[in-house]
């Protein structure tokens, strides 16, 4: 209600009356007193917002009502009376009134005082009030430095909320005085006030993880502290990342973070001393993999496979040095540890035991995935006695398995040859070549990491025959693929007719392409298309070759060895790795007879290889000889299934019959 009416003298003699009304704020203490005041010019519209126990020192000090000094309206003002007529000064700023006429409003804060405001209408202004602005949850923050946003995202819009960062630290508290008319503190200078920022102090620890206590004592709680324990680490450093939205690290797992925790700090501010240590996200771990990884001493080395040092005699350890690899442009150097292998162009490629991987920024690679035990197939095939069987054998010239363990072999006929294949179950399925044009080799693409079981790939085939043995197609010899809609077998690729004399010593086997096999780059790859000694790469369904390489005698035997390398034996007895991507080819081994097949193991890294006389030798990934694993009563070839077993098929020759399947087991662990 209006409580009393004062006539007020102003220089150049003016006057006006001022009615004043006393309103009681509703249960909020002011930082000044428990009421505020109003005063008008003469009735309750357009009114100014003073507490009761400062209008008197406004009043001496001339700053309710500008007009005595005639400033200009853009200068800098410390009062009131150095502003223009019927305006304000706030904030060293003199600010206008918000009507057109003298008697109109004259705000001091946000929001001026209306008709429907005197009738004390709203407690919220009431309480809200202040000598510089409005502040509507009365946290000492006016609204427009707290602004109409949701800072934290709780729905509850920054000036109503007491906690609009949501960091557990109170506006109030956060806002660096009690005083609504001065700015909010903005510790860390980004323009942000610490009541919005959740890192007060930008060093990337939340506040609401640093709190209100004061870790060493030097007197600077910890949200402004850069070292909170003082132990000469800042707590950037410290925190583990530069993201104040993740929790601070704790190395050493005691629930007391890092940067609180004067005796922990991660790595590499306290270097790691255990042997095979690295530094990996501030952690000290271990893994002797690292090139900055604490020695494993004289005792151990590091095992490649699982990062730990190990004593020597470790079964199933990856042991041994990083092998260089340059950069053939002249970049920083590889190194490709146990489990992977130098490319020729740069880089390293995982190979066996290991199905793939890891390289760090240092250019150091080391296999990852090198089981110990050979993983147990998803399927089995037909028996040895169901492979025997010569609806499925007779005439065969090769014998291949897919990853769902489907068996095929390709025959060698006088008359129309076959494709045959075998379920697991003995399900025998069969389909017919071109004319009478004798069959060489199946080749079945599988999968990388199928080799344990997988699904049904593409079968691809050749056509050898010799050009003395009258076949009635032209051209004789090539490259084909099943059609399985169809079940067609068209000759995709035409070769020119080639002969040797090895590697069965039959001219009517020793002809035409040799060597097919998929890469484990899903590419198909063939010897001797064009020529004995040139080894291909056949896009079937663009029906094209491409020459990758030329060895100087004609190609026996192919394989893959790894995602980019083949193994190739020819008729000079070596073994070479052929390099699928550079046509690049490196010596690997040599051997005492022809080879009539040759196959690696994926899960041991092993090559077998069967020579002319039906010995089936065994070599280690790098070519050195291992022995000899058995010997087959006739000449033939090899393949493995994803039971983990090397299979033997006798080659016998043009409308033989007896031939016989074996299998051999192969070694279970590394």
Do not use: K
């Not at 007193?33 to 000090?61: H, I, K, N």
């Amino acid at each position: 209600m209006q409580l009393d009416s004062v006539e007020i003298w102003l220089c150049n003699d003016i006057s006006f009356s001022l009615s004043i009304w006393r309103v009681r704020r509703a249960g909020v203490g002011g930082r000044h007193g428990a009421t505020q005041t109003r005063v008008g010019s003469g009735s309750p519209s357009g009114v100014a917002v003073l507490r009761c126990d400062m209008l008197l020192l406004f009043l001496l000090a001339g700053s309710l009502v500008a007009g005595c000094g005639g400033n200009d309206e853009d200068a800098t003002c410390r009062y009131h009376s150095e502003c223009p007529a019927e305006w304000i000064c706030l904030r060293g700023q003199c600010i206008p009134p918000t009507g057109e006429d003298a008697g109109d409003t004259v705000e001091v804060g946000d929001a001026p005082w209306s008709d429907e405001a005197s009738e004390a209408s709203s407690d919220e202004a009431a309480t809200a009030d202040t000598l510089c602005g409005i502040d509507t949850d009365a946290d000492t923050v006016l609204d427009v430095d707290e602004g109409a946003e949701d800072s934290d995202g709780d729905t509850v819009p920054s000036r109503l909320d007491d906690d609009s960062d949501g960091d557990g630290l109170p506006d109030g508290v956060e806002a660096g005085d009690a005083d609504p008319c001065t700015a909010p503190a903005d510790s860390d200078g980004d323009t942000v006030p610490d009541l919005r920022d959740n890192d007060s102090d930008g060093d990337t620890v939340a506040d609401v993880a640093e709190g209100l206590g004061d870790g060493d004592g030097d007197t600077v709680p910890n949200r402004f502290d850069d070292d909170s324990d003082g132990d000469g680490f800042r707590d950037a450093e410290e925190a583990g990342d530069s993201d104040p939205g993740t929790p601070p690290l704790d190395t050493d797992g005691n629930s007391v973070p890092d940067f609180l925790d004067p005796g922990s700090a991660p790595c590499p501010l306290r270097p790691c001393t255990g042997p095979g240590q690295s530094c990996r996200d501030g952690r000290c771990i271990d893994d002797c993999r690292s090139t900055t990884a604490v020695p494993c001493g004289d005792v151990e080395r590091c095992d490649w496979s699982t990062g730990l040092c190990s004593p020597t005699d470790t079964p199933c350890a990856l042991f041994g040095a990083p092998d260089p690899c340059p950069d053939p442009v002249g970049g920083p150097e590889w190194a490709c540890a146990p489990g992977t292998a130098c490319l020729p162009e740069g880089g390293c490629v995982p190979t066996a035991p290991c199905a793939r991987q890891v390289c760090g920024v240092d250019r150091l690679c080391h296999g990852e995935d090198c089981p110990c035990d050979r993983p147990v197939g998803s399927c089995r095939p037909a028996s040895p006695a169901q492979l025997s069987d010569p609806a499925f054998t007779r005439s065969a010239m090769d014998l291949e398995f897919d990853d769902a363990c489907h068996a095929y072999t390709v025959t060698m006929i006088s008359g129309t040859d076959y494709l045959r294949e075998m379920l697991p179950d003995g399900t025998l399925q069969t389909w017919a070549g071109v004319a009478n044009l004798n069959m060489g080799e199946v080749a079945v693409l599988r999968r990388q990491g199928g080799e344990f079981g997988g699904t049904i790939g593409e079968v691809a085939l050749t056509y050898i025959c010799c050009a003395a043995c009258g076949c009635a197609a032209r051209p004789p010899q090539g490259v084909a693929h099943l059609e399985r809609g169809t079940g067609a077998l068209p000759q995709v690729i035409e070769a020119v007719t080639t002969s040797g004399t090895g590697p069965f010593g039959s001219y009517i086997l020793d002809t035409g392409p040799y060597g097919l096999t998929w890469g484990r780059d899903r590419n198909l790859y063939v010897g001797n298309v064009t020529t004995n000694g040139e080894v291909h790469r056949i896009d079937l369904d663009a029906a094209t070759t491409t020459r990758l390489a030329t060895l100087p005698s004609r190609v026996y035997a192919q394989a893959p060895y790894d995602l980019v390398r083949l193994l190739v034996a020819s008729a000079d007895h070596s073994i070479q790795l052929l390099h699928t991507r550079t046509g690049g080819l490196t010596a690997w081994t040599t051997t005492e007879d022809d080879v009539t097949s040759l196959v690696r193991d994926p899960f041991t890294g092993r090559v077998y290889c069967e020579l002319r006389d039906g010995r089936i030798v065994e070599y280690d990934a790098d070519g050195s000889y291992r022995g000899l694993l058995a010997t087959a009563p006739r000449s033939g070839r090899l393949t493995i299934a994803p039971d983990g077993g090397l299979y033997h098929i006798d080659v016998l020759g043009a409308d033989s019959s007896g031939a016989q399947v074996r299998r051999y087991e192969l070694p279970g662990t590394r």
